[in-house]
């Protein structure tokens, strides 16, 4: 199957910035979008950005211009530079492979959808 480990959360200041990664490993054949999405306390999860396996990028409005996602798809990671960070972009950061296929002793399986466990981002003001 496909297993997705972030990395890079942690506590900064308003203004500061922070680098999140996402390493998917397994035996992997494809993945089309790999994306991140973040849940707050009391919200529901929210798209923040997305990346196809073409490149093509999308965000949340209010990320656009202070984040920037970028993927290897040679080493199958994803990124997610953040940018004068918000008190309100706190919450918990969910990696994302959307339509995902892998080899199964020769038997191509798919298309699944895969999360990481969640990295923590802490924006004190």
């Known amino acids: 199957q496909v297993q997705l480990v972030e990395s890079g959360g942690g506590l900064v200041q308003a203004g500061g910035s922070l680098r999140l990664s996402c390493a998917a490993s397994g035996t992997i054949f494809s993945i089309n979008t790999m994306g991140w999405y973040r849940q707050a306390p009391g919200k529901q999860r929210e798209l923040v950005a997305g990346?196809?396996?073409?490149?093509?990028?999308n965000y949340a409005d209010s990320v656009k211009g202070r984040f920037t996602i970028s993927r290897d798809s040679a080493k199958n990671t994803v990124y997610l530079q953040m940018n004068s960070l918000k008190p309100e972009d706190t919450a918990v950061y969910y990696c994302?492979?959307?339509?995902?296929?892998?080899?199964?002793?020769?038997?191509?399986?798919?298309?699944?959808?895969?999360w990481g466990q969640g990295t923590q981002v802490t924006v004190s003001s």
């Open positions: 994302n492979a959307d339509r995902s296929y892998y080899w199964d002793y020769g038997v191509l399986r798919g298309p699944f959808d895969y």
């Open positions: 990346i196809t396996s073409g490149g093509s990028t």
